[in-house]
């Protein structure tokens, strides 16, 4: 009789402990790759820790040189506006061409898949290489304007230009965005447009007065991850512009990476990670608060 309970005993606990041994790998990584960095980022950035030469000294040195240092407050400025030139634009531009391809048109599944493409390929270091040789002084948008007898601008020497320049980069990967709007958009009810139609309302009026109410949730959606993701952006200014011309593209993650690994004041760039996780925290914040005032649930008691 032991000897069974005794058999039986693994059998159980392979049962009851299932889950908790599929998601322990995941747990592991979690923690490893994920969970120590984040809290040894907060301790390190409260000391002058470098990377070869260890901690010398503690305080809150890093997190006042991060608001009286210029290069630092600039950076921070660029970051800004960046992400306000980049968000909206990309938030637009998505929602229009996810309008459009909700028509039923002809062959509109590969207008789709088209339009999908940038977003998988976007973010790789081989796209923005492709992006700088484009609108470098002899590439090929300066070529084209050449052939019409137009001298083409220094696209990447020029401060404002360059960053409208890594701005495009961000906006042209609008596949997944335009993606989650179609979804939105394909759970609209038809029969709200219908009764719209025979009120007399335009496609423009049933736009704003149905549509955008609509998809608010979704909207909101948007808004908060490429928010998230704008602020975190690395690849276009590290390899088309590497932060320049004379700092006009230093975003914060470029200032962070630079003085974790070139610098190697791993105290420093740490602070500087922090203060760009509590500001983006802050908006985040702002954006759930304001949600009440203009996202519509459908399934709300107002």
């Known amino acids: ?21 599929f998601i322990f790998p995941w747990l592991v990584g979690f923690l490893v790759f994920k969970g120590y960095p984040f809290l040894s980022s907060l301790v390190y950035s409260f000391s002058d820790y470098s990377l070869f030469e260890g901690i010398s000294k503690w305080g809150i040195f890093n997190y006042l040189d991060v608001f009286t240092n210029k290069k630092i ?58 992006w700088k040789a484009i609108f470098k002084d002899d590439g090929i948008v300066n070529m084209l304007l050449g052939i019409f007898g137009v001298e083409g601008p220094h696209w990447l020497s020029n401060k404002t230009a360059a960053l409208f320049i ?36 335009g496609k423009w009026r049933q736009f704003f007065t149905i549509t955008v109410p609509m998809i608010t949730p979704v909207i909101f959606y948007n808004l908060v991850t490429q928010l998230v993701q704008a602020f975190q952006e690395f690849n276009g200014p590290y390899i088309i512009t590497a932060g320049g011309p004379r700092g006009a593209t230093t975003l914060v993650s470029l200032l962070i990476y630079n003085n974790a690994f070139k610098k190697y004041a791993m105290g420093l760039a740490s602070s500087q990670a922090w203060v760009l996780f509590i500001i983006l925290m802050i908006f985040t914040a702002i954006l ?11 399934d709300s008691e107002d």
């Open 1 to 21: 009789m032991s000897d069974s309970k005794t058999n039986t005993a693994p059998n159980n606990f392979w049962k009851e402990n299932k889950g908790f041994i």
């Open 73 to 130: 407050q600039e950076g921070f400025l660029i970051t800004f506006k960046y992400a306000f030139m980049t968000v909206p634009l990309k938030l637009v531009f998505a929602l229009f061409v996810a309008y459009i391809l909700n028509f039923k048109i002809k062959g509109v599944k590969m207008f789709r898949t088209v339009y999908y493409i940038p977003s998988i390929l976007g973010s790789s270091v081989a796209i923005a290489v492709l």
């Open 166 to 201: 890594i701005c495009l980069l961000r906006v042209w990967q609008f596949g997944s965005t335009m993606v989650i709007f179609l979804a939105a958009l394909k759970g609209v009810s038809p029969d709200l447009y219908e009764a719209a139609s025979l009120d007399g309302a």
């Open 288 to 298: 759930q608060y304001s949600q009440k005032h203009w996202v519509y649930y459908s």
